[in-house]
């Protein structure tokens, strides 16, 4: 959602991260190729009707790796008591670490 929300902010987050020295125009040509539309209709990050998909760890055959791109579509997928126990098990793992996460 963070990256959603403001995407450059995230890179320079990981850049900086990473100790990775970028120009703006770098920053400028992730951002442009993080898009979801982008990313979607890439065959080398997801499966494109009437493209050659590159092989990869995804099974393209059980459909596209990218689905709407829309915040909290999760919850479509997620029974009340799946999103119970996803919130207890990632508190518990996530707490010591300090890190948050939005969901929304």
């Known amino acids: ?5 403001n995407t450059r902010k995230q ?11 970028v120009t703006p125009e770098v920053i400028d040509k992730v ?9 979607a209709t890439n065959p080398a990050t997801n499966k494109v009707e009437g493209k050659e998909a590159k092989a990869g760890i995804f099974d393209f055959s059980k459909g596209t790796f ?25 508190q518990e793992k996530l707490e010591p670490t300090g ?3 939005d969901y929304e």
């Open 11 to 21: 890179v320079e987050k990981v850049a900086e991260f990473l100790q990775w020295p």
């Open 99 to 101: 890190l948050q996460f």
């Open 66 to 90: 990218f689905r709407k791109g829309v915040i909290g579509d999760w919850k479509s997928h997620f029974s009340d008591e799946q999103s119970q126990w996803f919130d207890t098990f990632y």
């Open 31 to 39: 951002v442009e190729h993080s898009k979801f539309n982008k990313m």
């Open 1 to 5: 959602e963070h990256l959603h929300k």
